[in-house]
């Protein structure tokens, strides 16, 4: 496994509905190696999203384990966790969560200045991320002066500031035309040749297609459902 980037192992997560126990997940099996790519679909309310939130160690599994790099997520302590999440993980949500006050190309680069960064070099690398994505024109406006599909593209250049080496994506390209959703997968393409992988949640059949791999979540488990060298 020296080329595994995530591995999840019986992965399992169960609420409590007042007297009730729901499960979600159970069972739950994946490895990704570096380079790989992977989609996984499902129908509304099967666990895409609780699935990323434990693989990216924003939630505690009631069962099985979660690693990153080789680092088993549930025997670090908090501030290790939150130093593997700045590194190692990129995270584009449904909804973009950027801060107002702060600039596009500010907003990407917080991350590596979170990170420690110099900020000269973190605002160029951010510049040059949004200019992958089409933006380079927007780099100093806000939020609210940006549209919808321009936000999460922003989001997305802010998942790949450190170069991580696992992203997790949900809904990436849910608010983007299909011309910004083509500089998306391109963007893809081109951190997966720095060997990142990828699990990207999706009901975008073009961008499952673009993906190595198709994974369904159903009856609360991952079952592969395609494997295409990517």
């Known amino acids: 496994m020296s080329d595994c980037v995530l591995h999840c192992e019986g992965l399992g997560r169960t609420y409590a509905d007042g007297d009730k126990r729901v499960v979600v997940l159970e069972g739950v099996n994946l490895s990704l190696n570096a380079g790989e790519k992977l989609a996984v679909v499902g129908a509304s309310g099967s666990g895409k999203s609780t699935l990323l939130n434990l693989l990216g160690g924003l939630d505690t599994p009631t069962s099985g384990s ?20 700045n590194r190692e993980l990129g995270f584009v949500y449904q909804f973009h969560h950027l801060l107002p006050e702060f600039s596009a190309v500010e907003n ?44 999460q593209r922003v989001a997305i250049a802010r998942a790949l500031i450190n170069r991580p080496r696992c992203v997790l994506m949900d809904e990436p390209t849910g608010n983007l035309d299909p011309e910004s959703a083509s500089q998306v997968l391109s963007v893809i393409d081109d951190l997966q040749a720095e060997r990142a992988c990828f699990v990207v949640v999706t009901h975008d059949a073009r961008i499952a297609g673009h993906m190595g791999r198709i994974c369904e979540l159903r009856d609360r488990g991952l079952w592969e459902v395609s494997h295409a060298g990517g």
């Not at 088993?72 to 130093?83: G, P, Q, S, W």
């Not at 680069?109 to 110099?118: D, K, N, R, T, V």
């Open 66 to 85: 979660v690693s990153i790099a080789g680092e088993n997520l549930a025997t670090i302590n908090e501030r290790a966790l939150c130093r593997l999440r």
């Open 108 to 151: 990407v680069a917080m991350p590596a200045l979170i990170g420690g960064e110099a900020r000269s070099e973190a605002l160029q690398r951010a510049a040059e991320l949004l200019s992958s994505v089409g933006l380079a024109q927007r780099c100093d406006h806000r939020p609210g002066q940006l549209s919808g599909g321009e936000r």
